[in-house]
């Protein structure tokens, strides 16, 4: 026999940082919620990053709302330090999600918000999906890819580089995973190349050690343009000409990247120079494979021991939220951080900020919660019992 609804104020779906930082600025405002999560823990995502992996923006810029990261931390935590941040921040709020609860789908109804999962159904008078931009991989095929003989999978599969010893590996797409998995690779004693397959925008992690951040927060003020304009040359002046890499420039600069393309630009953590080195070498785009490797877009040919598809990730809202005036033809929410078209719906996590996700994430939570509290606060019926 199916368990009675059950309800609430708010219902979170995901339980990763922006799920938590939800969480802890509902509590703050008073407000009832639960939260779903379809795995076993808070922040499961940072389980199954690589090794190597550490916070691109600098801590005192990525906490979540109310609760800095520890003073002992380095100034770019490591991903089992945000894990265990994650988990303190989840204990520090009470925030206990219900684990195993895979979302199938949810629906609006008078005022009332129908959630399923697939042993139980939800009902609240607000949706906040917190689920992640990162939740689905990106994993495009190219002729011939059935033949090769190697080992092909994408970036959310890779830890480390130890396997990969005095062999050669392809890096499809110079993102910021693919960059540091790059990195990792030489440091394991492998022999990386890096196909890429238009141009690109690199930015410094640190800028006369400044993080990039704090010097992107400043220029989010002015216009793209201006902003692109005025970082133009500084940035030159610490890469140097890309062009003679083997990279070619974006014709537009990382702050109009992020806007155009909800693309943010590489934060470069040590890839320039060893590219500069010859440690990694630049590939073109791929054009088919071979048995043994791959052919590029040049007509350049080469052999390789196996290819990681650092080719991104998407959201994977759709498959719940099912054809969605909400979200774009790519399955990404038009609206984050306020409410939607649809009553009492929000997504929280969603934007792609030149000044870092968790420092976006927890503009958005704040914001959020104060709306839905003024939401709820100007009803003084119930209507969770209705249907």
Same mark, same amino acid.
């Given at each position: 026999?199916?368990?009675?609804?059950?309800?609430?104020?708010?219902?979170?779906?995901?339980?990763? *940082? =922006?799920?938590?930082?939800?969480?802890?600025?509902?509590?703050?405002?008073?407000?009832?919620?639960?939260?779903?999560?379809?795995?076993?823990?808070?922040?499961?995502?940072?389980?199954?990053?690589?090794? !190597?992996?550490?916070?691109?923006?600098?801590? %005192?810029?990525?906490?979540?709302?109310?609760?800095?990261?520890? %003073?002992?931390?380095?100034?770019?935590?490591?991903?089992?330090?945000?894990? +265990?941040?994650?988990? =303190?921040?989840?204990?520090?709020?009470?925030?206990? *999600?219900?684990?195993?609860?895979?979302?199938?789908?949810?629906?609006?109804?008078?005022?009332?918000?129908?959630?399923?999962?697939?042993?139980?159904?939800?009902?609240?008078?607000?949706?906040? &999906?917190?689920?992640?931009?990162?939740?689905?991989?990106?994993?495009?095929?190219?002729?011939?890819?059935?033949?090769?003989?190697?080992?092909?999978?994408?970036?959310?599969?890779?830890?480390?580089?130890?396997?990969?010893?005095?062999?050669?590996?392809?890096?499809?797409?110079?993102?910021?995973?693919?960059?540091?998995?790059?990195?990792?690779?030489?440091?394991?004693?492998?022999? *990386?190349?890096?196909?890429?397959?238009?141009?690109?925008?690199?930015?410094?992690?640190?800028?006369?050690? &400044?993080?990039?951040?704090?010097?992107?927060?400043?220029?989010?003020?002015?216009?793209?343009?201006?902003?692109?304009?005025?970082?133009? *040359?500084?940035?030159?002046?610490?890469?140097?000409?890309?062009?003679?890499?083997?990279?070619?420039?974006?014709?537009?600069?990382?702050?109009?990247?992020?806007?155009?393309? =909800?693309? &943010?630009?590489?934060?470069?953590?040590?890839?320039? $120079?060893?590219?500069?080195?010859?440690?990694? %070498?630049?590939?073109?785009?791929?054009?088919?494979?071979?048995?043994?490797?791959?052919?590029?877009?040049?007509?350049?040919?080469?052999? /390789?021991?196996?290819?990681?598809?650092?080719?991104? /990730?998407?959201?994977?809202?759709?498959?719940?939220?099912?054809?969605?005036?909400?979200?774009?033809?790519?399955?990404?929410? !038009?609206?984050?951080?306020? $409410?939607? $078209?649809?009553?009492?719906?929000?997504?929280?996590?969603?934007?792609?900020?030149?000044?870092?996700?968790?420092? +976006?994430?927890?503009?958005?939570?704040?914001?959020? =919660?104060?709306?839905?509290?003024?939401?709820?606060? %100007?009803?003084?019926?119930?209507?969770?019992?209705?249907?």
């Amino acid at each position: 026999m199916p368990e009675k609804p059950s309800r609430t104020e708010v219902l979170i779906i995901g339980a990763g *940082p =922006a799920g938590l930082a939800m969480g802890a600025s509902l509590r703050r405002a008073g407000v009832p919620f639960e939260i779903l999560e379809r795995e076993d823990r808070v922040g499961a995502a940072w389980y199954h990053h690589y090794d !190597r992996l550490h916070l691109h923006t600098d801590k %005192k810029r990525s906490s979540l709302p109310y609760f800095r990261f520890p %003073k002992n931390y380095p100034k770019y935590p490591s991903r089992l330090q945000v894990i +265990e941040y994650l988990n =303190a921040y989840a204990e520090r709020f009470a925030i206990e *999600p219900k684990f195993g609860q895979n979302v199938e789908w949810a629906s609006h109804e008078n005022g009332v918000w129908y959630t399923a999962t697939q042993d139980r159904e939800y009902r609240s008078r607000c949706l906040v &999906v917190a689920s992640g931009y990162t939740a689905r991989p990106k994993i495009p095929r190219w002729p011939g890819q059935d033949s090769y003989r190697g080992k092909i999978f994408h970036s959310s599969e890779y830890k480390n580089g130890a396997p990969y010893r005095d062999r050669a590996v392809l890096v499809v797409g110079f993102g910021n995973s693919g960059g540091e998995i790059s990195i990792d690779l030489h440091e394991h004693g492998a022999k *990386p190349c890096l196909a890429v397959r238009g141009p690109i925008n690199v930015i410094p992690r640190d800028l006369f050690g &400044v993080p990039i951040i704090a010097v992107a927060k400043a220029m989010r003020r002015l216009p793209n343009r201006l902003a692109d304009m005025l970082t133009s *040359p500084v940035v030159r002046g610490f890469f140097g000409d890309l062009r003679s890499l083997g990279l070619m420039p974006a014709r537009y600069g990382p702050f109009a990247q992020v806007d155009r393309m =909800a693309l &943010v630009p590489i934060i470069d953590v040590g890839t320039i $120079e060893l590219i500069r080195q010859g440690h990694i %070498k630049i590939c073109p785009g791929i054009e088919r494979f071979t048995e043994s490797g791959v052919v590029f877009t040049d007509g350049s040919e080469l052999d /390789f021991d196996a290819v990681v598809l650092a080719t991104g /990730f998407r959201p994977a809202v759709s498959s719940f939220l099912i054809d969605s005036p909400e979200l774009d033809s790519s399955g990404v929410p !038009r609206r984050t951080g306020r $409410e939607a $078209e649809s009553p009492g719906l929000f997504f929280c996590g969603f934007y792609i900020a030149p000044t870092g996700m968790f420092r +976006e994430i927890a503009r958005e939570a704040k914001r959020i =919660a104060r709306a839905i509290a003024k939401k709820l606060g %100007k009803r003084s019926e119930s209507v969770l019992s209705a249907g």
